[in-house]
C-alpha cells in the first residue's frame, strides 16, 4: 500500500467516524441517555419495594455512592463476558448527593442462569477511595477495589463476605429476582460523551440544565440512602469550570460542577480533533498559505471556544479553497477534507440548541 493511499485512508476515516459521531440529532442523543435515567429510576424503585429482598438501610447508609445499571447483557452462553450502560450517583462530602454522571460496565465473568439474557445491575460503594478510583479513570471490581455480592433484608447482620469488609456490594435483579451477585473482573468507567449529550448547554462554557428526571432519580436515591437534606444538583443551572478548593482528604474530587468535570461535548471532540490534525495540512503549504487556512488561535487554548461568528471567515475561506477549480490539488488533497469537514461539524455544534429563526419586524397589527 503506498504512503499516499494509506494517509488517505486515515483521513478519511477519520471525516467518516466525526459524521457517524455528530451528524446525528442532539435530540435523539439525549432521548437515549434520558431512557437510561428512567430505566435506572425503574430498577431502583422496584428493587427497594419488596421489605424481604431490597437493600438493608445499613447497608445504603453512609453509602459514598451508588450505581445502577439496567440491562447488563451477557456476551456468551453460561459464562461471559457483560456491557451495559447506567449512571453513576455520588454524594458530596458535605453529605448532599450530585446530579447522575453516566457509566458503562464492561467485561469480567459470572454464572448466569441458562436461557437468561440480561440484568439489572445495582452497586453500592462504601468508601470513598472506591469512587475516587471511577472519577479517576477507571475502576476494575476485585482487582483495584474489593467487591462482594451485597446481603439482602436481614441478611445484612450476618453478612455474605465474612465482616462485611468490601468496598463495594453488588446486586443483580434476574427475571424479577434480586440476590446479591459477585461481578469481579467488570470495569467501570465515566461515559463523558453520554453525560455531554444528556447534560444539555446553551452552548459551550454555558451551565448545564438538570433535567427532571435527573432530579427525581437524585432525590430518589437521598432517601433510600437515609439524606434528608436536598440534592447538590436541584432544579436549574450548575455552575461550570473548576471545582472551588481541594476535596478533603480520602473524598472523591466532587462540588458544585461534579456534572460538567464528566461532560464531554460533541464540541470539545471536534476541536480537539481539529487541533490535532490541521498542522499536517500546514505542512503541506507555504507561510502564505498557512495564514490563509489558519484556525482561529483560541482553539488552541484549554477548554476555550471561538464563536459561530468568529469561526465562520475561517470556514468561509475553506469553502473558497473547496469550490475554486483552481485550487483542485489541494482541495482533493485528503488533509484538507478532513480539517474542512471538521470544521462544518465544528460551527453546526457551537450552535444553539435551538436557534431563533431570524425574521424582520412583524407586520403593524390593525
Known sequence: MSTRFSIGVRYVTAVLVS??????SRAHAQMREEQTVQQAQAV??????????????????????????????????????????????VRDAAGPWHAPVFITLTGGNV??????????????????????GILDGKLTLGADVAAAAGPLGGQASAGTD???QAEIYSYARTRGLFAGVAIDGSVIKIDQLATGAYYRSAGPGQPVIVPP??????????????TNTPPVAPAGAIPTGPVPGQPAAGQPAAGPGFVDQFATHESDVLRDELTKIAPELFDLVDPQWQAFL????EMFAASAHVTPEDLAPTLARYQTVATNPQYRALAQRPEFQSVYGLLQHYHRSLQPDDPKVQLPPPPAMH
Open 19 to 24: 459524521v457517524c459521531l455528530f451528524t446525528s
Open 44 to 89: 431502583l424503585n422496584e428493587t427497594m419495594a419488596n421489605a424481604a429482598t431490597r437493600i438493608p438501610a445499613s447497608m445504603l447508609n453512609g453509602a459514598h455512592a451508588v450505581a445502577v445499571i439496567p440491562g447488563v447483557i451477557k456476551g456468551s452462553f453460561v459464562v461471559g463476558a457483560r456491557h451495559g450502560r447506567g449512571v453513576l450517583c
Open 111 to 132: 454464572g448466569w442462569q441458562i436461557g437468561v439474557n440480561s440484568s439489572d445491575i445495582v452497586l453500592v460503594f462504601k468508601t470513598a477511595q472506591s469512587v475516587q
Open 162 to 164: 465474612g465482616r462485611l
Open 213 to 226: 428526571t435527573a432530579q427525581q432519580l437524585t432525590q430518589s436515591i437521598a432517601a433510600v440512602t437515609g
Open 294 to 297: 489558519a484556525l482561529p488561535k
